[in-house]
């Protein structure tokens, strides 16, 4: 139970950090957005198609990783306890749907990360 718990937390830190970075990339690109509008240099929307896309690519593997240790609770939870290795290494699961690439191509991060993206480009088009 206890490898189980292990397995769990480290889900739910790849879940929080997920959370986080698209957190931190609508409140950058925001600042982004203010700093351009207050006069100061409208450039600095430019920067946004920077930060956008590395955000985009740091959230897709955390929850690449997140996928993985999802799939490795399963296998564990499945097994008897004498079958138990105790490993915490989820690589072997990087395949799939749990790929970095393949994350990063879901519908849900597309159109959360898409949006920013439209969003700069419409703010850009009218500064």
Not at 43 to 48: A, D, P, R, T
Not at 53 to 76: A, M, N, T
Not at 117 to 124: A, C, E, G, K, R
Request: net charge positive; charged share 15%; hydrophobic share 50%.
């Amino acid at each position: 139970m206890k490898h189980l718990e292990f397995i769990q937390q480290v889900i739910t830190r790849m879940n929080s950090n997920s959370f986080l970075i698209k957190g931190w990339s609508v409140t950058l690109v925001s600042a982004l957005f203010a700093l351009a509008a207050s006069g100061t240099n409208h450039k600095f929307v430019l920067i946004s198609y920077i930060v956008v896309p590395l955000f985009w690519i740091l959230d897709s593997f955390y929850l690449s990783q997140e996928k993985q240790y999802r799939h490795l609770y399963d296998e564990v939870r499945a097994k008897a306890v004498a079958d138990i290795n105790f490993s915490m290494n989820a690589s072997s699961y990087n395949k799939d749907s749990s790929t970095w690439t393949a994350v990063m191509t879901s519908k849900t991060i597309v159109v959360f990360y898409g949006v920013l993206i439209l969003t700069v480009s419409i703010v850009m088009y009218f500064l």
